[in-house]
């Protein structure tokens, strides 16, 4: 553990880039030999706004990195936040934990309230939009909304005291595990529910992202499964059953245009309430 800690430690950026770019690239490639739904799309087409949303989203978070470091070594310095009051603790006991805090803090939450709350939800729709989900929409997010996930996993290193080995550690998982649970993969069924009850599934996910209530608004998690199951958020829905997209955005030709995604916050609409579900 100490030496998977030093590395991250220490990560260089191109290898930060080759965990973003190899993860996409192995599920792309499962995708064709084992997919969950066979789309009739181009998928390269289909990529294009998803990656465009991609390079935006990991030029916001390079660009406010600085602050998530220096956040986490003011915290190891003076002794701060739940990881620096516990004294006595073996490393690997502290990395699970602050994986486990950090997942929580910085995706499950967020994720939560930005389907809580209007403006925020308005923001999240560039990422259920996709009516084609595979590996490359797990970085479709609004630039407004990677501003609001920054914020979100640096309040959790600055409650946590997260050193940045572990920081770094968390979203390589992170990132990998969104690539995982977004791909365009079928595993068989019963693999794929007893992942679920440790890790985000496939399966689970995709739930997330049917079209309508009250489905949309369950299994928010995206490494650990657990915070689901102890708020009780989780769901389960037949795969097989799953439509893909929003009911009140159902435009797909818009929905894959970068300028309108673009907009797309800023768009009026009212959302279905779940009286008005079949």
């Known amino acids: 553990m100490e030496v ?7 990560i260089p950026s191109l290898h930060r880039s080759f965990i973003l770019v190899g993860g996409i690239a192995l599920f792309w490639l499962l995708e064709g030999f084992f997919p969950l739904f066979r789309f ?63 997942d929580f803090i910085g995706a499950y939450l967020p994720h939560y309230v930005e389907h809580k709350i209007k403006p925020l939800w308005m923001i999240h729709l560039v990422h259920h939009s996709d009516h084609k989900v595979d590996t490359t929409t797990a970085n479709r997010h609004h630039p407004l909304e990677s501003m609001v996930r920054f914020s979100f996993t640096l309040m959790g290193v600055f409650l946590l005291g997260s050193s940045v080995g572990i920081i770094m550690l968390y979203q390589a998982l992170s990132v990998i595990a969104s690539q995982f649970n977004h791909a365009n993969i079928k595993l068989p069924k019963k693999v794929d529910f007893w992942i679920s009850y440790l890790l ?40 097989d059953q799953i439509v893909y997209g929003v009911d009140v955005f159902p435009d797909e030709e818009k929905n894959s245009k970068i300028g309108s995604l673009l907009k797309q916050p800023f768009e009026e609409y009212q959302r279905p309430t779940m009286s008005k579900i079949d």
């Open 200 to 239: 985000v599934s496939p399966d689970m996910h995709k739930i997330h992202h049917h079209y309508r209530l009250p489905y949309t608004d369950k299994n928010y998690g995206n490494i650990f499964s657990i915070w689901d199951r102890l708020i009780g958020t989780y769901a389960a829905f037949d795969r």
């Open 4 to 10: 998977i800690i030093a590395y991250f430690e220490s």
């Open 40 to 102: 009739e799309y181009k998928k390269w087409r289909h990529a294009i706004p998803n990656i465009f949303f991609t390079i935006t989203t990991v030029l916001i978070n390079f660009f406010f990195a600085f602050i998530l470091l220096k956040t986490s070594d003011w915290t190891v310095a003076n002794h701060f936040g739940l990881l620096n009051c516990i004294s006595v603790m073996p490393l690997w006991t502290e990395v699970l934990m602050g994986v486990l805090i950090l």
